[in-house]
C-alpha cells in the first residue's frame, strides 16, 4: 500500500479515523479500510502518530485485542459525535483516562506533549488522546458527506460553512451528474 492509501479529508485526525471505513450509510457496499492491526499500524505511521511501527511488537492474540479495541474507539467517535450517545462518550473517557495513565509528558520543540507507550498499546493510547482531543473541540462544523451512502465526516471549515461533501471531486461531482440525468429525464 501506498502513501495515499487512507483519506485525509477529516480536517481532523480523529475524524480521518472515522474516514476508514467507506460506504458507512450502506451496509451492502461498506469497506473497512483497517481490517487488521496491521492496516491500523499502517494508518497510525501514515498520519504521522508513530514514527517507526517496527517497533510494536505483538502476539497475535494481542495484536487482535488491540485491533478489536481501536475499532470500538473509531466507532465511539462516530456514535458521540454524530448520535450523542452516552455509551461512546464513556468508552472514550475510560480509554483516554488509561492513555494519560500509560503516557508521559515529553518537551518537544515548543511545547510539552503526552508521548503515547512505544509498546503495542501505543496506537490505542495515540488514538484516545486523538478522541478526547476532537471531542472537547468545537463541534459545530462537524458534518457528514451529504451522499446516500459515503458517510465520509468531516470538520467544515469553508468560509462560508456550506460544504456539503467529503470531497467536490468525489461523491460531489457523483452527485450532480445524478442530479442531472435526473432532471434530464423529466
Ligand atoms: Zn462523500
Given at each position: 500500500m501506498g502513501a495515499t492509501t487512507f483519506p485525509r479529508v477529516g480536517g481532523h485526525p480523529a475524524f480521518d479515523l472515522v474516514d476508514?471505513?467507506?460506504?458507512?450509510?450502506d451496509d451492502a457496499r461498506a469497506i473497512d479500510t483497517l481490517p487488521d492491526f496491521g492496516a491500523v499500524l499502517e494508518w497510525c505511521t501514515e498520519i504521522g502518530l508513530i514514527a517507526d511501527p517496527g517497533i510494536v511488537r505483538a502476539t497475535p492474540r494481542t495484536a487482535a485485542a488491540e485491533h478489536a479495541a481501536i475499532i470500538a474507539l473509531r466507532e465511539a467517535v462516530y456514535e458521540a459525535v454524530f448520535e450523542d450517545s452516552p455509551d461512546a462518550v464513556a468508552l472514550i473517557a475510560r480509554e483516554h483516562v488509561d492513555a494519560l495513565r500509560r503516557s508521559s509528558l515529553e518537551r518537544g520543540d515548543d511545547r510539552w506533549q503526552w508521548h503515547p507507550p512505544a509498546d503495542v498499546t501505543g496506537p490505542r493510547a495515540a488514538i484516545a488522546l486523538l478522541a478526547h482531543d476532537l471531542l472537547t473541540s468545537d463541534l459545530r462544523a462537524a458534518r457528514q458527506c451529504g451522499d446516500d451512502a459515503c458517510g465520509w465526516v468531516y470538520l467544515d471549515t469553508s468560509p462560508r460553512h456550506n460544504?456539503?461533501?467529503?470531497?467536490a471531486a468525489g461523491c460531489g461531482n457523483r452527485n450532480r451528474v445524478k442530479r442531472h440525468h435526473a432532471r434530464s429525464r423529466v
Open positions: 476508514t471505513v467507506h460506504w458507512r450509510l460544504r456539503i461533501w467529503c470531497t
